[in-house]
């Protein structure tokens, strides 16, 4: 039958078109190693194939499919601007093995074979009600028995107060047929919003607007036209959409973001009273969503009659491999037993722990960050390191593998550490000629988010956008300092010293050979370098 709702959706995304980039979380990789947590046997990553259900210009799924050029890839775009740019770059950057199609979700049936992975992200929430159901039947129908798939979509009760305001710009952009009238009328009213709410923080309405339109009033154009003004947008409750995927034959996995399952960051009563009150990880994770007012769930789906091992230990490591950039608060790492020891993590959080085995992971694993290191290595690495430190006897008898495996599944649930089933080919040493893949000088050149090979976006200066180009693996440190020394000399390229402009030619050079340096060593760990 046809449904309007989706040929509007065709004409907004033409008008208005969406910015297409990649989502980590989405990744076969993450989905593989998640799977292999909880007792699946999902496809290697190296060689699997891979659905994108609403792929939009690529973005996401294209650097995967460079990335991992033995395994198939298919996408699947409604707006037919964007599919035509997506072909243009898998085109221009000469890949086989993807196929990027014009066409609707509804039209998708057996014809496409089994996927071992499919993804769906920014589409379950924006479509009809038909279509949802479309992405659950082909969720089930075309998943390998081992397979596991990847759905997004916004969540209550965050959205109540999402959709409060959506309703109001809605009503306000009414009036307006174009676009851009809509879109500008809608932040007026956005800024209209904020400026009547004022700063009264004993009306608990005005916080949560306040809250909201701070979020609102630095997204782009695309995002709140089409997060918020679309004529469809159905947010649903965890356990609702569970129930959908359930009469699919679909069960619940986990949550692309680990630690989202668990709940570290509430107290010991609440943690007390969220084990007494829930029966199951759906009733849990449920009351956890009430207690962060969670707005947007990653959920991974896999074939009801897999048996998952919802105990984790040591074994359910087995095979993966782990990284981490965590660092000591303190210069120093004391592998005392009993000794108390806090890391930052990356994104700036703190973990204390005075288990030795966990601080010397932890300290091995930054000594090779950005690489990786497989589970059973890291604990030989860990026994020698505490040998070395504390004495052969002050280790022995202790089962090291079951402290490390428990360990670090706290540390994950924490984002302390990264697990992974795959790693990307890049390097973390700088030779002497760097070389970046063609994908990123691409991305580069034709303005697109670069991402790397954890599948991140990077984010570039202006002596990034001018080293990045060089670094073909045939130009040595001497000769891009020549060239960007002369961009900065002809005033094209701006070098500077304590917020001031460099003039003296000399000073030029010194700091741009300092800055080349800096810049090279933060691609690497960027995972932007290639051997």
């Known amino acids: 039958m046809h449904d309007p709702n989706i040929e509007r959706l065709r004409k907004s995304y033409k008008e208005v078109p969406y910015l297409s980039q990649a989502y980590p979380n989405s990744h076969p990789e993450r989905l593989a190693t998640l799977g292999k ?38 996408g699947i775009e409604l707006a037919e601007g964007h599919a035509e740019s997506g072909k ?18 509804l039209d998708v049936d057996a014809s496409l074979g089994l996927f071992d992975y499919i993804i769906c992200h920014g589409v379950f929430s924006w479509v009809p009600e038909s279509v949802q159901e479309k992405i659950l039947s082909i969720t089930s129908e075309n998943l390998t028995e081992q397979g596991v798939a990847y759905i997004s979509y916004n969540t209550y009760p965050g959205w109540h107060m999402r959709e409060m305001i959506r309703h109001m710009m809605l009503y306000h952009a009414s009036q307006f047929d174009e676009p851009e009238k809509k879109i ?73 973001s680990f630690s989202m399952m668990f709940h570290n960051d509430f107290s010991e009563e609440v943690n007390l009273t969220l084990e007494n009150v829930s029966h199951d990880i759906i009733q849990k994770e449920q009351y956890m969503d009430f207690l962060r007012n969670r707005q947007f769930r990653q959920t991974l789906l896999c074939k009801k009659e897999r048996e998952l091992k919802r105990n984790l230990d040591s074994e359910s490591l087995t095979g993966l491999l782990v990284s981490s950039a965590t660092t000591p608060e303190t210069g ?5 037993h009993g000794q108390m020891q ?5 994104e700036g959080r703190f973990i204390e722990t005075d288990n030795p085995v966990i601080k010397a992971s932890l300290k091995i694993l930054k000594q090779h960050w950005p690489r990786t290191i497989p589970f059973e290595a890291l604990l030989d690495k860990c026994v020698v390191e505490m040998t070395e430190a504390l004495g052969e006897d002050s280790i022995i008898d202790q089962d090291w593998k079951r402290e490390l495996g428990r360990g670090l599944l706290h540390c ?9 089933s795959w790693q990307g080919k890049f390097t973390e040493c700088v030779s002497s000629k760097p070389k970046v893949s063609d994908l990123t000088i691409y991305q580069l050149n034709h303005r697109q988010s670069i991402v790397n090979q954890r599948h991140e976006t990077v984010n570039t200066d202006a002596l990034a956008m001018h080293l990045i180009p060089m670094l073909d693996g045939t130009k040595n440190k001497e000769e891009m300092l020549n060239h960007l020394t002369d961009l900065a000399e002809n005033k094209t390229l701006t070098v500077s010293q304590y917020d001031l402009p460099l003039t003296d030619p000399e000073k030029i050079r010194q700091s741009m050979a300092q800055s080349i340096d800096n810049m090279l060593l933060s691609l690497a760990h960027a995972a932007l370098l290639i051997a």
């Open 88 to 105: 243009k770059t898998v085109t221009d950057l000469g890949l086989k093995n993807i196929n990027i199609q014009h066409g609707n979700i």
């Open 332 to 336: 120093s790492i004391d592998l005392t």
């Open 37 to 74: 947590i909880f007792n699946m046997s999902p496809a290697p990553v190296t060689s699997c194939r891979i659905l994108e259900l609403g792929c939009a210009s690529g973005g996401n799924i294209i650097p995967m499919a460079y990335f991992l050029p033995e395994s198939e890839f298919v």
């Open 342 to 346: 806090k890391f930052q993590t990356s």
């Open 184 to 256: 500008g009328q809608a932040k007026a009213f956005i800024d209209f919003l904020a400026g009547s709410v004022g700063n009264n923080t004993n009306d608990p309405y005005a916080l949560l607007l306040k809250n909201e339109i701070e979020s609102l009033k630095s997204s782009g154009d695309w995002y709140i036209f089409h997060d918020y003004m679309e004529v469809v947008n159905t947010p649903i409750y965890f356990h609702q959409f569970i129930e959908r995927a359930g009469k699919h034959d679909l069960q619940y996995l986990a949550d692309a």
């Open 412 to 420: 994950f649930a924490s984002s302390a550490i990264n697990l992974n």
